[in-house]
């Protein structure tokens, strides 16, 4: 529909009564698809786990780094 209507993404998601951000992401994945280049279930699985750990490994950073700061505050040779 979108390719039909001269790739007016807006226009098609209002038509279907559709976020545009909603049938965008449909193009763009019908897209690489047809390119070639879209991930595999598998990749996206193995992509979704890997943000997740570095998420959590952001956040074990962030807290080791506000311990370090706030023993080295309260060393009594940093007073």
């Keep these: 529909m979108v390719e039909a209507s001269g790739g007016k993404i807006a226009q098609v998601a209002r038509e279907m009564r559709l976020h545009d951000s909603s049938v965008g992401n449909w193009v763009r994945e019908a897209r690489e698809a047809k ?3 879209a991930p595999t279930a598998a990749e996206r699985a193995e992509i979704r786990e890997l943000k997740a ?3 959590r490994v952001t956040r074990e950073r962030d ?7 706030y023993f080295s505050a309260s060393h009594p040779k940093n007073v």
Excluded: S
Aim: proline residues 0%; charged residues 25%; negative net charge.
């Design 35 to 37: 390119a070639g280049q």
């Design 63 to 69: 807290i080791l780094g506000k311990a370090v700061a």
């Design 53 to 55: 750990e570095l998420e």
